[in-house]
């Protein structure tokens, strides 16, 4: 099973690390597509968990526009 799978899975188990290391592989296009919008998703869904990395992930995603439109504010 590789390193994206797992992430999967334990995304799909609501798992806050996953969904951040989802959210690299989609930002990255390690294995997947690459894909700003679906990482800039995930990346929201570990911040609200409480995700301290994924917090800061959202910060650069805002600040250069990945997936989002830019907004140096947030």
């Avoid at 390193?3 to 969904?19: E, V, W």
């Avoid at 997947?32 to 910060?59: N, Q, R, V």
Wanted: with cysteine.
């Amino acid at each position: 099973m590789s390193f994206t799978a797992l992430c999967f899975y334990g995304a799909s188990r609501n798992n806050p690390f996953a969904m951040g290391q989802l959210a690299k592989c989609y930002m990255k296009g390690t294995n997947i597509p690459k894909d700003h919008h679906k990482a800039f998703h995930f990346f929201t869904l570990a911040a609200e968990t409480g995700h301290k990395p994924s917090f800061y992930e959202l910060g650069k995603c805002y600040f250069e526009g990945l997936g989002t439109e830019k907004d140096r504010n947030k």
